[in-house]
């Protein structure tokens, strides 16, 4: 095999060959000029229809190729016009390269699978590109991933809000429980932006949802009452944890401020004692507990409730637990604690979403860490002023997303 064969194969292109003494290497460049190997017919840029004579030559072009040799690689070549009988005078079509870019196609795609693993400005400073240009390839083979993503049956699906922005700005984000990954994503959290997201992924996905987790949220629940019909409604228990820990929280701001000097100084700083489950207490902390609790009825009635709604979870099925959820209603109400009044009252209103969990068995734990990865995400590239290109990053980190191999281009 001659030497320039080797060179060519090398070059990977088909139809294109180096011309002879085609390479040139500067000091941290390489210059590759090649041509058109004879007998290869040229496209119309506009329907790809083949033709066996060009109308002539538009220009000679460089363009940004794969590194080669730990040096930038440059594609030096002629860009030919073909007169199309249906589309007129276009710029040929090259399966290499997209019209009007000045980065071939494998190296757009080299750019962006770097973006998978650094964020858009470390890229731009090791290509040597501008950080606008990362920004749009990154954005654009998403895109193509996206458009191919394969949209499987969800039996259980999850929703869940992530803050994007701060001063109170969310997104909601759809999870298929079971294959513990994302699906979707819209902005905000209202009714209408949920019912959004449904109508666009079609009433056949919809039909086939058994159960839905989510917040005790009424827009969230109301868009899958109206959209997913044969789906019940579970409301999440660790949501339903967090609105306990609020309420016992709040109970233990009251009474710090209506205590004494002297009994504010042994409340104050315990405010994660009251929200750790008593197995979890260290010996000195279990100690601290007890002594504010021998102080403070109002906090003794309090965490007593707060314990003692662990064995609603533990019930092993639903008609236990609605008796016990009928019972501990009522021992709040009775406290006379407006927090667990309050809470009382809200758990009952939601009460057969929460007990919808004994038939399914499905929380959002999922979602956690999926978010962590949002926020290691979103910390790593400073925020993001688009989006679109969050959302994508987002299913492209939780494994949403075709890998690039299926995405390989015949030169």
């Given at each position: 095999m001659s030497?320039?064969?080797?060179i060519t194969d090398l070059l990977g292109m088909q139809g294109w060959e180096i011309e002879k003494n085609g390479i040139e290497i500067e000091d941290d460049k390489v210059l590759v000029r090649i041509k058109r190997k004879a007998g290869i017919p040229f496209r119309c840029g506009e329907c790809g229809d083949q033709y066996l004579f060009a109308y002539d030559c538009a220009q000679e072009r460089i363009v940004r190729d794969f590194p080669i040799w730990g040096r930038q690689s440059w594609l030096i070549f002629r860009e030919y016009r073909v007169n199309c009988v249906r589309c007129g005078v276009h710029v040929e079509k090259l399966d290499w390269l997209d019209k009007g870019q000045h980065q071939t196609l494998r190296y757009e795609r080299y750019v962006a699978h770097l973006c998978d693993l650094l964020p858009v400005l470390d890229v731009a400073e090791l290509?040597?590109?501008?950080?606008?240009?990362?920004y749009r390839l990154d954005k654009k083979w998403l895109r193509i991933?996206?458009?191919?993503?394969?949209?499987?049956?969800?039996?259980?699906l999850g929703i869940d809000e992530i803050a994007i922005k701060r001063g109170h700005k969310y997104a909601t984000v759809f999870y298929d429980l079971e294959r513990r990954e994302v699906i979707g994503l819209v902005k905000g959290r209202k009714q209408?932006?949920?019912?959004?997201?449904?109508?666009?992924?079609g009433k056949q996905m919809c039909k086939q949802v058994v159960a839905v987790c989510m917040d005790l949220w009424a827009a969230y629940r109301n868009s899958v009452i109206l959209h997913c019909r044969n789906a019940a409604v579970v409301f999440d228990k660790f949501h339903v944890y967090s609105y306990l820990s609020t309420a016992i929280d709040e109970v233990r701001r009251i009474e710090q401020n209506k205590a004494t000097a002297e009994g504010r100084e042994i409340i104050k700083g315990s405010r994660w004692l009251w929200l750790k489950a008593s197995r979890n207490l260290r010996r000195n902390e279990s100690r601290r507990l007890e002594a504010i609790i021998a102080l403070n009825q109002n906090l003794q009635k309090a965490y007593l409730l707060k314990e003692d709604f662990e064995q609603f979870y533990a019930s092993p099925n639903a008609e236990s637990a609605e008796q016990f959820l009928k019972e501990w209603i009522e021992r709040c109400r009775e406290s006379k604690l407006k927090p667990f009044a309050k809470l009382a009252k809200r758990i009952w209103?939601?009460?057969?979403?929460?007990?919808?969990?004994?038939?399914h068995r499905i929380t959002n734990a999922v979602s956690e860490g999926i978010n962590n990865k949002i926020k290691v995400l979103k910390r790593r590239s400073y925020g993001f002023h688009d989006h679109e290109y969050f959302f994508l990053k987002i299913l492209n980190i939780t494994g949403a997303l075709p890998e690039f191999k299926y995405f390989n281009h015949d030169f």
């Open positions: 030497h320039s064969k080797i290509e040597g590109l501008d950080k606008g240009t990362v991933r996206e458009s191919q993503r394969v949209q499987y049956p969800v039996t259980y209408r932006t949920v019912s959004h997201f449904f109508r666009r992924w209103r939601w009460a057969e979403g929460i007990l919808a969990y004994f038939t």
